[in-house]
């Protein structure tokens, strides 16, 4: 089965810093990623998406996130953020190949942004 | 835009009574899914749900918990006997495809058993 590593549990930035944030899953087969994001009182929603192809996939609101396949990572990143950044960011995988098809969670990141 | 509705968003209970959390998914999509996270941990699957059965579930899905379709558009989980571990916020969700791990989350019900 896949387990998820997501290392920073709290982080906190003032505007216009850069971000990002670590995701880790073990996995030996092949496997879809995922990003989720949670904002403060409403429901977890999909930020991006890895299935193939192009490694650095973009997602919404200027998120990019990167499939290093040798590191087993899956890191979410942002140029610049903004106090609407705000949220519990998760990080969920997929193993196909006989893996799960149920996505598994990490415990979430925590992103506090200070106007 | 469809999105999943979840019922109630806070329920408070007594060690060892029933509790149900209802979920009402995406009218178009055919698979659902319960998972919970206690505060502070992962977010943890518990059970899936596809063409009025049980698809998947967790070692936490124990005979203590039960998932029902009702009437074609409610998904509920019930948890019998409640205990202070169970204390945890339930999110629902619904996937149109099966096998691509997208799914859509409710906004999730928090539930303190005391």
Redesign the interface.
Known sequence: AQS?SQHNHHVILSEAASLELGCNYSYGGTV?L?W?VQYP??????LL?Y?SGDPLVKGIKGFEAEFIKSKFSFNLRKPSVQWSDTAEY?C???GLSGG?????????TSLIVHP | EP??TQTPSHQVTQMGQEVILRCVPISNHLYF?W?R?IL??????LV?FYNNEIS?KSEIFDDQFSVERPDGSNFTLKIRSTKLEDSAMY?C?SSEK???????????SRLTVL
């Open positions: 998820v879809n995922f989720y009182g409403q429901h977890l929603q999909l998406k299935f998760f969920a995988v997929t799960s098809y149920i996505p598994t969670f990490g415990r979430g | 999105e999943v899914y998972y996270q502070g941990q992962k977010v943890e699957f899936s998947e999110f969700a099966g096998l691509t791990g997208e799914l859509f989350f409710g906004e999730g």
